[in-house]
DNA sequence: ACAGCGTTAGTTTTT
DNA sequence: CTAACGCTGT
């Protein structure tokens, strides 16, 4: 046990072998926060002080889960078997398919993603004669989900005026639909959990007296009805019987909280100090990842923000590199600059992989690749299309709902002609009235619908019927296989040009159904409560909550580029954050609103402590935006950041020695024109607004003509000559 | 049933 | 500037 403990510092130690009470731990970036979750659960499980079922550890993505499950497994000689690891979604599907009588739903319940719900919404909007530019579906969506995540029914959604009384009705309607259809969206799986245990005070007894350690990851992160949800399992509030109830140990960091406009309140941090009565708080602030000066830029960044709970990063090793920083003549100079500085890298022997450029918004990514790829550089964009999301997989998984639970209407209106088997959109209109009038889903319609027997109509259903009888009997991987060939998605994919891909994507459709079932027996379970509705309804649960890599990389070592957020809880050697303008970063959408301005701030301290030795912060002074240049300023967090830990970076500029490669090409074009204006490089100048500088490179001729000046007060600028007004000195 | 056209919007996102 | 969506015409 001794060991588990050896390589931890005095903070870490003292959270991980804190006594049986609430705690919160304040885990600064790179402080080693999910090592201490871990050797908490195993020094807790090694110490006897509790057993694994006793054990509930929550985490926001499946990636979390799995690296603390992988990361227990190391430290502990004992199976983790009986401990719940998971995201919030993931326990709750658990407690709702054990529970589903109890929480009011079929065995087969199915969850829908947020496509699936916007599809149903639109479904409703159009069978109650909604106008739907009044109301627009995203918006009915997010009006639906955010009452959801506060733990708000429609029953109880506050109507202040006509336009959000509507709202709430459709709120309602959605409600009943959902019942009547069988399927629950992400915020319900919470929402639902939650409300079960609530109502059913055993059951609530039952999950209280089990789990006797909560331990929560990104605590910051969590919404008010997750944190409900924690309060309700830890017996916080009420009077539970002596023995029961939990310890909750939180672990979050204030400072990267940014997902507030998911829903997430860093509130919570909070309400925990106070409901639970917490004396002090553990703040984890040696960082393991980070130079000295990275960290320094990040302290002072995030000092500019009012509400912190308040924590100083530091670290053992040395200041290292002065943090760069790029001003580029416009987003396309910027990318140029950024590839030539990764070729260098890459040719001093950096690994790919180990570079990141980061971005606030995926538009932002276009320039980026389009100079990587014409520099015949390797990259890989994260975020894109995840696997469950294709096309062809949406498909395939549809039969498989309908199959599971022919209430289903996204998954029948998704496939009733699809393949295209002469189904018209007339034919299903009739259908969805048919629906309506009878309160029924789609199936059941077109079952009663006086059908000629032989009729399109007639040959889907009883293809589906088919399929649902031959089910059962089938092991998951060929009702899979099954489902691809008989309802013609192999063969329309192999009529199609661009087919051969989306065949071979089906091809690991079923691959997945087949590791799916391998891990499923691994893991689990000595209890009988965790499969309500069998192997088929578990793969499509985990199809929905789990939606897959974004895409298998090739392989080959490659240079990432992501958005800031999808940066979080990752580091690299080498980090660019690009794109710091005012409006793009902080984004002016996020200024205008109320707290806006110190949640991008987050997002950049967010961004600054992703590198560990090498970091460059770079700008365009023109953008390409809507399809207009803009003229942009600095992002202002720049200026919040210490001078003294700065260096600004020239570029194919005279004399400076800087980065020349990739500069042959344009070389002769500025040469020519360095005495353009009678300006050349190196002429003392002064500018209206900017006031002293030097000129350092000149580009273009005549009315295009444009000169790099690094001004003493304000860095580096382009300027057009033609405008600028710049007077020799 | 589907191609082709016009319109419109355009942060961040995991489950 | 695009991409995505919806509508119209064949």
């Known amino acids: 046990m001794s060991d588990l403990l050896a390589h931890l510092n005095p903070p870490q130690r003292a959270a991980v072998t ?35 079922p006793g054990i509930l550890a929550v985490t926001f993505t499946n990636k979390a889960a799995k690296e603390m499950l992988t990361r227990l497994a190391a430290m502990l000689p004992i199976s983790t078997r ?48 909604v106008d739907d530019e009044r109301y627009p579906p995203r918006d009915v969506m997010h009006f639906i989900n955010a009452h959801k995540e506060q733990g708000v029914r429609a029953a109880q959604a506050e109507a202040y005026d006509q336009y959000t009384s509507r709202r709430v009705e459709l709120y309602a309607a ?15 799986l919470l929402l639902r959990a939650y409300e079960l245990l609530q109502r059913n005070e055993p059951l609530c007894r039952h999950y209280q007296a089990r789990f006797r350690h909560i331990l929560v990851d990104e605590f910051q992160d969590t919404n008010r009805l997750q944190y409900a949800w924690l309060k309700l399992l830890a017996g916080h509030g009420s009077v539970i019987p002596e023995g029961t109830g939990a310890c909750l140990f939180a672990v979050g960091d204030d400072d990267q909280s940014i997902y507030a406009f998911r829903g997430a309140d860093i509130g919570n941090m909070h309400d925990l100090q106070r409901e639970f ?81 980061l971005y606030r918004s995926n538009a932002q990514s276009r320039v ?7 520099r015949g550089v390797p990259y890989r964009v994260h975020g894109g299309l995840r696997f469950f999301d294709r096309q062809e997989i949406r498909h395939a998984l549809a039969y498989l709902r309908l199959i599971a639970n022919p209430d289903d209407d996204t998954a029948f209106a998704r496939v009733v002609n699809f393949p295209p088997r002469g189904i018209g959109s007339r034919t299903v209109e009739l259908l969805a009235e048919a629906a309506r009038q009878a309160n029924s889903s789609l199936y059941r319609a077109a079952l009663g619908l006086p059908g000629k027997p032989g009729s399109s109509a007639a040959r889907f259903l009883d293809l589906v019927d088919r399929l649902r009888v031959q089910a059962p009997a089938r092991p998951l991987a060929e009702l899979v296989d099954l489902v691809i060939e008989q309802s013609g998605l192999r063969a329309h994919y ?23 079932l391998g891990e499923e027996g691994e893991q689990e379970n000595e209890e009988q409560d965790s499969d309500g509705g069998g192997p088929l309804a578990a793969f499509l649960a985990h199809a929905s909550l789990e939606a897959g890599e974004h895409q298998a990389g ?86 919040e950041l210490p001078a003294a830990l700065l260096r ?28 353009a204006g009678g300006l050349r490089i190196g002429q003392n100048v002064h500018h209206a607004r900017f006031g002293a500088g030097v000129v350092v490179s000149l580009q273009g001729s005549g009315a295009d003509g444009r000169a790099q000046v690094n001004f003493d007060k304000h860095g580096m600028k382009w300027l057009h000559l033609a405008t600028a007004g710049l007077a020799l000195v």
């Open 648 to 675: 600004r970076i020239e570029w194919r500029t005279a004399g400076s020695g800087a980065r020349a490669s990739g500069a042959g090409a344009e070389h002769g074009t500025w040469q020519e024109v360095r005495k």
């Open 494 to 516: 192999l009529n199609d040009k661009e087919g051969r891909e989306r065949l071979d994507n089906l091809n690991e459709l079923i691959n997945a159904a087949i590791t799916f």
């Open 277 to 357: 009565h917490l004396s002090e708080v553990i703040r984890l602030e040696q960082n393991y990842r980070s130079h000295g000066n990275i960290l320094d830029a990040a302290n002072a960044l995030i000092q500019q923000n009012r509400s912190r709970l308040g924590k100083q990063l530091w670290t053992e090793a040395g200041a290292g590199e002065a943090i760069r920083v790029f001003t580029g003549w416009s987003d396309v100079d910027e990318a140029r600059f950024i590839v030539s500085e990764v070729s260098a890298l890459v040719g001093d022997g950096m690994a790919r992989d180990q570079i990141a450029l």
């Open 368 to 374: 980026l690749e389009h100079e990587l790829f014409t």
């Open 18 to 52: 804190l006594p049986a009470q609430h705690a919160l731990i304040l885990a600064g970036a790179g402080s080693g926060k999910t090592r201490v979750l871990t050797t908490r659960i195993a020094w807790l499980i090694s110490s006897g002080q509790v057993a694994p």
């Open 554 to 639: 090739d392989g080959q070592e490659a240079v990432q580029l992501m958005t800031v957020h999808a940066a979080k809880g990752l580091e690299f050697d080498t980090v660019f954050i690009t794109g710091l303008e005012h409006g793009l970063f902080p984004h002016e959408n996020a200024v205008r609103a109320g707290e806006g301005l110190e949640e991008e701030r987050r997002l950049m301290y967010v961004a600054v402590t992703r590198a560990r030795r090498r970091l460059y912060l770079t700008h365009a002074q023109r953008r390409m935006l809507h399809g207009q240049t803009h003229e942009c300023q600095p992002s202002l967090f720049l200026d």
């Open 82 to 129: 009986g401990m719940w690891v998971g995201t919030f979604h993931g326990l709750c599907n658990r407690l709702l398919r054990a529970h589903y009588q109890d929480a009011g739903l079929p065995a087969q319940f199915q969850i829908l993603d947020l496509a699936d719900q916007l599809s149903v919404i639109k479904r409703l909007l159009k069978s109650l004669g």
């Open 174 to 188: 959605y409600e009943a639909q959902c019942q009547r259809e069988g399927v629950v969206d992400f915020a319900e």
